[in-house]
């Protein structure tokens, strides 16, 4: 498994390049994956799964969301058989990018549901306040209620939490002393231990100043302290940064009951495999691209392979970077719920396509050429 398979050597494409020219592109020799886990895994790692848009709906993209609810249950399942655990209705699956609170909520009643048809297959999910418009928000018992509202819903619905940075918050947080009275009060009650995820302000704009100062160094005391003083209620913390350094620094000094999830999709392969004083587990939305390579490879760094997990992980980074690039909330996909699909440009999906061949995450070169043609002929490009 995991071998070089050689595409037909006709297989190519016209793409274009940097300075308006059109060249043709041929196939790089693809790698294939294990359709399942093979072996066991010494990291919790979640994929913070996508949900399928449904092409066949009559809607407004822009105004409400449509999905293919079989569909996106299907991914679900595919990502469950490669180990590894789903992170439901969060910022990849377009949560407040054009999927709201109610669709969230139903997402996420569908995915527990399917988890437990699989014997407990490992789900979290996203409780946040995004049902409550920023500018309604009034005063930090807004902000309280809110989550509790969220909290309780996911857990009616027998999920895991995932404790969502709130846009409320950030407007009306001032200081440590107002992040801790929300984050006391919500830990409190909740059932089990969530995972807390601080999300910097490069996947969302609104989350700016986050843990009430503009200083990321301040932000880390305060954020440390309270997860700490909580952290019997508090089963990980998922930190989106893309600043590999902070999150070290963070996981050392977190608890010694309190996992590491990186978030940092820039960075992960080697914030994963760790060094002497410590390692992340992982919460990625880039594991939702590449879930295959990803199952592959943290099967090989658990067998005690590390020059393997990094030979199957190492070609996914450029591809990731590319993927989050700046507008780093602006993902990738050919259909997307709120038409985000319309974010990138031709240019950019062309060195997308590029870099996911050399990666070799293309399981169907001859159906991704294919789709690629379309999509390049959509945008006046001719095959």
């Not at 450029?318 to 709120?338: E, Q």
């Not at 590029?354 to 002929?377: C, F, H, Q, Y």
């Amino acid at each position: 498994m995991n071998k070089p398979v050689m595409p037909p050597s006709s297989l190519s494409l016209k793409l274009p390049t940097a300075g308006g020219r059109i060249e043709t592109y041929r196939l790089a020799a693809s790698r294939t994956f294990p359709a399942k886990l093979e072996g066991t895994l010494n990291r919790v790692a979640f994929s913070a799964a996508h949900v399928v848009a449904d092409p066949l709906a009559d809607c407004d993209p822009w105004l409400n969301s449509a999905i293919d609810w079989d569909r996106t249950i299907a991914f679900r399942e595919h990502v469950w058989d490669l180990g590894l655990g789903v992170a439901e209705a969060m910022d990849t699956a377009q949560r407040g990018m054009g999927l709201d609170w109610p669709t969230s909520l139903e997402l996420i009643q569908r995915s527990v549901r399917a988890a437990k048809a699989r014997g407990g297959a490992l789900v979290f999910s996203g409780a946040g306040t995004d049902h409550l418009a920023v500018e309604d928000a009034k005063s930090l018992d807004d902000v309280i209620r809110a989550y509790e509202e969220q909290i309780a819903a996911v857990e009616k619905a027998g999920g895991r939490i995932i404790l969502m940075a709130s846009r409320a918050l950030a407007k009306l947080g001032r200081s440590a002393d107002d992040y801790a009275k929300v984050y006391n009060r919500v830990l409190s009650q909740v059932r089990e231990p969530v995972i807390i995820h601080w999300l910097g302000d490069m996947f969302d704009p609104a989350l700016a100043n986050y843990w009430g100062t503009a200083s990321l160094d301040t932000a880390m005391d305060i954020a440390v302290g309270i997860i700490n003083a909580n952290a019997a209620k508090v089963d990980g913390v998922k930190v989106s940064l893309l600043d590999k350094q902070r999150e070290i620094d963070m996981r050392r000094r977190l608890d010694e009951n309190v996992k590491m999830y990186t978030g940092d999709d820039f960075n992960y392969a080697e914030l994963i495999a760790g060094d002497d004083k410590g390692f992340s587990h992982a919460l990625l939305g880039i594991f939702d691209a590449i879930a295959p390579a990803a199952s592959y490879a943290l099967s090989r760094l658990a067998a005690g392979d590390e020059a393997g997990f990094h030979d199957v992980l190492g070609p996914t980074v450029p591809l990731s970077r590319h993927i989050f690039k700046a507008p780093t909330r602006f993902y990738d996909h050919f259909t997307m719920v709120g038409g985000q699909e319309s974010t990138r440009s031709t240019l950019h999906l062309a060195e997308l396509f590029r870099l996911a061949d050399k990666a070799g995450l293309l399981s169907n070169p001859e159906l991704a050429t294919r789709r690629m043609k379309t999509v390049l002929a959509t945008r006046g490009i001719e095959p």
